[in-house]
């Protein structure tokens, strides 16, 4: 629930350019916001619920989520968006180390690869069925600026239900203010893991940040594509897809799955280039599938071999720069293409974008089959 509130506004972006009257650079600051405000609790606060515990953590992150929404349902103006992205970042910083360290801590001992694969699963679960309801309110519900933040705030103050009633798991707990900001750094057992991990999970995030900021605009304007429950729809296939890929990597194997799911984003972005070239909807589809499945494929294998190399103590914490270099990611190359879109078109502009994740997912691969993960990592 969490993490839906975070993709609340991919398909409204279009309304709130009429509304407000911003460009397509805007929208790409707008949605990096967020990235932003992920990055800066990552590092200042990534370990902190190895300290104060697990659900206070949690419930803050809940809180932050329920700030954004008011922002949203209190927005007439530009700044109530940037804050309403930037409250919402702060509560995917906190969710991102902590629920998916908390996931894990409730497993049982044989049941570590499965607490992986539910909690990244939660995570990109929760990023689809953000556009997908968005969409659907907006489309067949009226008030599309309203609705979609009324109903997920109903859903924030549910889950925090849900997190009191959890146990923490968090045993020498200690007070806010022993925790210490985060240092950038790794446990040297978890570098040589790290490295080839970071490269995947920052092409998939890349993707998904572009294809998430950008193409609700493309299918409008070369499209014509004004449903925005099919806008909606289309976003959330990237991410259910990332889902289904997460899956995956149980049969195809941690070894194999990085640089498969790199082969998989090459293909995704070549058809994202075929359908910007082309203006084919066919493609985008497809592009949103296979992307999204290798995005998947990267992230689940590239999570579960940093998690696991990781020291108990220290684990939230180095998920937590795992997901540092994911969201950055998401939000640089985005604002890049947002820029690019005055002088190049936003075809020009995509198309250069993708040129460049080509050139960076061939480079992990190359490294992935030269240095491959192990299997027992």
Known sequence: MCMTGTTLPTPLYGLY???FGFSELTVTVVYAVYAFGVIGVLLLAGNVSDTVGRRPVLLWGLGFAAASAVCFLCANGLGWLYAGRLFSGLSAGLFTGAATAYVMDLAPRDGAARATFVATAANMGGLGCGPLLAGLLAQYAGRPLVLPFVVHLALVIGSAAVVLWLPETVRERQALSSARAQRPGLPPQVRPVFVPAAIASFVGFALFGVFTSVSPAFLTESLSVHNHAVTGLI????FFASTGGQLAVGTVGLRRSLPLGCVALLLGLALLAGALRWDLLPLIVLS???????????FRAALSA???ASPEGRRAAVISTLFVVAYTGISVPVI???VLVGPLGLEGAGLAFIACMAVLASVAAVYLLRRPVRENA
Do not use: N, R, W
Not at 235 to 238: C, E, G, K, N, S
Not at 292 to 298: A, E, S, V
């Open 306 to 308: 940093v998690a696991e």
């Open 336 to 338: 890049g293409v947002g």
């Open 288 to 298: 949103a599938l296979v992307g999204g499945c290798g995005q998947g494929l990267t």
């Open 235 to 238: 976003v959330a296939l990237a």
């Open 17 to 19: 350019q009429d509304k």
